[in-house]
């Protein structure tokens, strides 16, 4: 398999290449496949010789540089690596090279922007051991597990470093948009130095009139002690969002930890305790009144289920039934941990209920549930966080947790590749 240049006509280049057929078409296809990859490296030879300098004295920010040696430099692409003769400047001062075909063509460290944002793509969603195994299978490419985490630690960092200053248009939407639904919660990973600990994740979900989801941004943070840097981040984004959407509604949405309703007070008009958190706790008293009658257990468990989401001014009721039980369950024998588990269930519909009246959010077609956080607690860090055998160091995970909100929320991974290629990432 030979690929070459036969013809080049101002931009336009024409190759050739050759594909000999075996008669299997496992074998064509991998043949295929190698020609192609060999095409795309004799392509990718003047694709990015086209971004040098002809050798003339260049000003960089001010100062004059020239020319301090020419010398080839291997770079990684989707099809193979190619090596390339480019010009490194100096100024007459000395210090750092500066090599501006580097520069313009959008190097990410020595590898070209398409291979870079394939690389982390990937990464985002598989270990290093993983995408090393289909980049081979699928691409051809050799890449060591060293390069994979390099390269995505390298992109994390700049997604972060410009997360205030890079601004994500968002899609836009077929109806309007009258409510703007604001979640947050954490789920444990494991980090290398200090074990089993609490990633935090939030949620900006967009709904129409008609209470149709039509958007998220989500975005995910490392562990850490406080919650600060995930609390200004998470903010940033709200009031971003509320600059854009004035008249929307700000609905709070999370589970009965106090801390979420501190934060969610600050940036919502309302709060609302996901309902099925809520429901749980009357299964947790029905197994306490019942015990092992079930079928009375499930009846009792059922109708107030349905009676907490239809029915106006029902928390009130089931904390008077619920005291009414306790009264009477506390004259048997054998009742202290029933007693307590009603008692508890007590506590938590108490200090709960403003942020209970589903049937008023129903009316007006407004989200009930938590479920967008819940499932971007599992999706965002569990599936990838979680990996069998992962354990994590600070910066590692921080880069993945960024490019991995980047890729969910929608139209914000091609933006963020837009903004490399409109502003550079060798210097940030």
């Given at each position: 398999m030979v690929a070459q240049i036969i013809d080049r006509q101002n931009n336009q280049l024409t190759i050739q290449m050759t594909v000999n057929l075996t008669g299997s078409m496992l074998n064509d296809e991998q043949a295929l496949r190698d020609a192609l990859n060999e095409a795309g490296c004799v392509v990718m030879v003047p694709m990015i010789e086209q971004f040098d300098t002809q050798g003339e004295p260049i000003r960089v920010h001010g100062v004059k540089h020239t020319?301090?040696?020419?010398?080839?430099?291997?770079?990684?692409?989707?099809?193979?690596?190619?090596?390339?003769?480019?010009?490194?400047?100096?100024?007459?001062?000395?210090?750092?090279?500066?090599?501006?075909?580097?520069?313009?063509?959008?190097?990410?460290?020595?590898?070209?922007?398409?291979?870079?944002?394939?690389?982390?793509?990937?990464?985002?969603?598989?270990?290093?051991?993983a995408v090393q195994k289909d980049l081979l299978e699928c691409n051809g490419r050799q890449i060591s597990h060293e390069y994979i985490k390099d390269l995505s630690d390298f992109?994390?960092?700049?997604?972060?470093?410009?997360e205030s200053e890079w601004e994500y248009e968002l899609p836009e939407f077929d109806q309007a948009v009258s409510t703007v639904g604001i979640s947050l919660d954490g789920t444990c990973m494991l980090m290398r130095d200090d074990g089993w600990r609490e990633a935090m994740c939030g949620s900006i979900s967009f709904y129409s009139a008609q209470g149709e989801r039509l958007?998220?941004?989500?975005?995910?943070?490392?562990?850490?002690?406080?919650?600060?840097?995930?609390?200004?981040?998470?903010?940033?984004?709200?009031?971003?969002?509320?600059?854009?959407?004035?008249?929307?509604?700000?609905?709070?949405?999370?589970?009965?930890?106090?801390?979420?309703?501190?934060?969610?007070?600050q940036h919502?008009?309302?709060?609302i305790l996901d309902f099925?958190?809520?429901?749980?706790?009357?299964?947790?008293?029905?197994?306490?009144?019942?015990?092992?009658?079930?079928?009375?257990?499930?009846?009792?468990?059922?109708?107030w289920s349905h009676t907490l989401k239809h029915?106006?001014?029902?928390?009130?009721?089931l904390i008077k039934e619920?005291?009414?039980?306790?009264?009477?369950?506390?004259?048997?024998?054998?009742?202290?941990?029933?007693c307590e588990e009603i008692r508890k269930v007590i506590v938590y519909y108490t200090n709960n209920k403003d942020r209970m009246n589903y049937s008023r959010q129903l009316k007006h077609k407004l989200p009930i549930g938590s479920g967008v956080i819940e499932a971007a607690c599992k999706v965002l860090i569990k599936q990838?966080?979680?990996?069998?055998?992962?354990?994590?160091?600070?910066?590692?995970?921080?880069?993945?947790?960024?490019?991995?909100?980047?890729k969910l929320s929608t139209g914000r991974w091609e933006q963020f590749w837009q903004f490399i290629m409109r502003h550079g990432c060798t210097a940030f």
């Open positions: 020319v301090k040696k020419r010398d080839p430099q291997t770079y990684e692409t989707p099809y193979g690596p190619v090596t390339v003769e480019r010009n490194a400047y100096q100024s007459s001062k000395g210090g750092r090279n500066y090599v501006p075909l580097e520069v313009d063509a959008r190097m990410v460290l020595n590898s070209t922007p398409r291979y870079a944002m394939m690389v982390t793509g990937k990464y985002t969603n598989l270990g290093a051991n992109i994390g960092t700049i997604a972060q470093a410009r958007h998220t941004i989500y975005t995910g943070a490392t562990p850490e002690y406080g919650k600060d840097k995930f609390k200004k981040r998470f903010a940033r984004e709200i009031e971003r969002v509320k600059e854009r959407f004035p008249d929307a509604f700000c609905l709070g949405l999370a589970d009965g930890a106090p801390d979420n309703w501190i934060f969610l007070k919502t008009a309302r709060q099925y958190h809520a429901r749980e706790y009357i299964g947790k008293a029905a197994s306490a009144i019942f015990g092992r009658d079930k079928k009375n257990k499930k009846i009792w468990e059922d109708d029915k106006q001014g029902s928390v009130a009721r619920l005291t009414g039980h306790l009264a009477e369950i506390g004259q048997t024998m054998n009742s202290i941990e029933r990838r966080m979680c990996i069998s055998g992962s354990r994590w160091k600070e910066q590692g995970a921080s880069a993945v947790l960024a490019l991995r909100a980047l």
